[in-house]
């Protein structure tokens, strides 16, 4: 079993309480003869297509609530503080970067989007995201490594994604699929001190700003009331996502073209037409929406790849940016909303198989450093994916902490691409550290209860993709084991 909050998300976006929690799997309930199987199969389909609006809208509110209650679109919304044990918005919090959130709507004009010179050696990704979370585009160190400057984003359904080529005022131009998306720009800030500093110094150099209007209307604007009124509640969630998506999709197409003909067959079969959705008869959204559970939660056995020792995550090519993959993305919408693409950011979970004894823990024996052209962590989850309370304050270990080796010597001293090996302690805050292991420990929940823990790589070089990196030995051992020898 892999945990049940799948975190490959490392974005801050798992949004906490969703109603697909995971849940014994539908019983296969025949088609009774009075089914519609065509309109079922098509609700089926809509549903799953439509399923990241819905993490849409929970993405557009929260900015609209962190800016007091005004609606925001087109402009930047700088997250100053990072997240601790007490806060629980959203699920899987990282500790490694600052957000900064946009609420992005082309439809009657483009924006500009301002880069500041940075230090060198801090990781950056301003990823942009399509209104159904395709990560199509991202400015920053790991990818496109830009000085700073001005880059234009606008609508272009047809050839969506980066163009670098510098024209007119701009370094380069980010064509966005849809009128509507989102971007959620990520610095990667060291220490909680260092924190402060990233939000009084850098955040503010990032800007999003509007251009007059063209003059063209591609969509409605995007509202609070677009996004909100006259939907039935969340709670019944296969009829709000087919209202949902029967209102937002005629105006944002699917990010494949080839793939507009089969989309809208389907909506239309599925009685979305018109911005407005009715249930043809001959469907039962209980029984689809069982089905769309079934298929979404299969990604997780079908579609994840062994990267050895325990380890997993999607394959590059289902990362971030999903294509025609629609069981994929409504997966990872649920599971980390806003994910980046495979060359940003790599986000393996661990399979834990065994449950400990109270006087048991976890040691993480490292092959040699991950190769990153950013950083990496390893971050601790309680059972509902929130940080671990501790006395050191200290939710993650990571590449800046201060580690060492068996031997001596701090693990970030070393080469990039040193082979060493190193160890983590994921021991129960219910114990006394060992003082050999103070610097290597990181805290698990008190008690024995049960935890997870995700690793993230920024930046990831090719090897932590092709398995030539030996992914992280995971251990059961006495608690405060004795310190391995140096190899
Ligand atoms: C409905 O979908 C299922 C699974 O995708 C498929 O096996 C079945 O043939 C489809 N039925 C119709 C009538 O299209
Ligand atoms: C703020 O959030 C609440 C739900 O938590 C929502 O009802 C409200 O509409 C939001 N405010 C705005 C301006 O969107
Ligand atoms: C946790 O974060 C909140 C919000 O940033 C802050 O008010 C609080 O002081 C932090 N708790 C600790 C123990 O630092
Ligand atoms: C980086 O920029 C190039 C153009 O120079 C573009 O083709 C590519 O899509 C960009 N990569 C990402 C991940 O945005
Ligand atoms: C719809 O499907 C559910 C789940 O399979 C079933 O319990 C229910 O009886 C069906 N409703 C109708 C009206 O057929
Ligand atoms: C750990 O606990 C188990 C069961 O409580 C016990 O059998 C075992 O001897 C303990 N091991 C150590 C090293 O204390
Ligand atoms: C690492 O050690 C240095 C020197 O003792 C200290 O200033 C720094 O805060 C430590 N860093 C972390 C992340 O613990």
Redesign the pocket.
């Known amino acids: 079993m892999f945990p049940k909050l799948l975190a490959f998300s490392l974005c801050a976006l798992a949004i906490a309480h969703t109603a697909l929690a995971t849940d014994s799997p539908s019983s296969q309930t025949p088609l009774s003869s009075d089914l519609n199987a065509d309109a079922q199969n098509a609700t089926v389909f809509s549903i799953i297509y439509g399923i990241p609006l819905t993490q849409y809208v929970v993405f557009a509110n929260s900015i609209a609530n962190k800016s007091g209650n005004v609606w925001t679109t087109n402009s930047i919304f700088h997250e100053k503080t990072l997240a601790n044990a007490s806060y629980h918005t959203t699920l899987l919090s990282n500790v490694d970067t600052l957000h900064s959130e946009s609420l992005i709507d082309l439809s009657t004009r483009d924006l500009v989007a301002t880069i500041p010179p940075l230090e060198s050696g801090r990781f950056y990704v301003w990823p942009f995201y399509d209104v159904y979370g395709n990560?199509?585009?991202?400015?920053g160190t790991a990818?496109?490594n830009s000085a700073g400057g001005t880059y234009r984003v606008t609508y272009r359904p047809a050839e969506p994604?980066?163009?670098?080529?510098p024209s007119d005022d701009y370094k380069?131009t980010i064509y966005m699929p849809t009128p509507y998306g989102a971007a959620l720009l990520r610095i990667e800030v060291k220490n909680p001190a260092d924190a402060t500093y990233v939000g009084n110094s850098i955040q503010p150099g990032f800007t999003l700003t509007a251009l007059p209007p063209n003059g063209v209307q591609l969509a409605p604007r995007l509202t609070e009331q677009l996004l909100n009124s006259g939907l039935s509640p969340r709670a019944d969630l296969a009829l709000y996502v087919m209202q949902l998506t029967a209102r937002l999709a005629p105006f944002n197409l699917p990010e494949d073209g080839r793939e507009i003909a089969l989309v809208q067959a389907n909506l239309r079969l599925a009685g979305a037409s018109r911005g407005s959705y009715s249930q043809p008869s001959g469907v039962n959204l209980t029984l689809a929406f069982s089905t769309v559970k079934d298929v979404v939660h299969s990604v997780q056995v079908k579609k994840f790849e062994s990267l050895g020792n325990g380890w997993a995550g999607l394959p590059s090519k289902l990362s971030g940016d999903f294509h025609d993959h629609y069981d994929v993305r409504a997966f990872v919408a649920f599971n980390g909303y806003m994910q980046l693409?495979a060359?940003?950011a790599l986000y393996p979970v661990y399979e834990i198989t065994q449950t400990l004894l109270s006087n048991q823990t976890y040691r993480v024996e490292f092959f040699g450093k991950p190769q990153v052209d950013g950083f990496w962590s390893l971050t601790m989850y309680d059972a509902n994916g929130y940080l671990v309370p501790n006395g050191l304050e200290r939710f993650s270990l990571n590449s800046r902490d201060n580690m060492t080796y068996p031997g001596s010597g701090l693990v970030r001293d070393s080469a990039p691409d040193s082979k060493e090996r190193f160890y983590m302690l994921l021991q129960s805050t219910s114990y006394d550290i060992a003082p050999e292991w103070q610097s290597n420990w990181l805290p698990s929940p008190a008690g024995s209860a049960p935890f997870n823990f995700i690793l993230r790589f920024y930046g990831p070089k090719e090897s932590l993709v092709n398995k030539e990196y030996q992914y992280p030995k995971v251990e059961k051992v006495a608690v405060n084991p004795p310190l391995p020898k140096a190899i």
């Open positions: 990560n199509f585009c991202n400015l990818t496109n994604g980066c163009d670098m080529t380069g693409q060359s940003e």
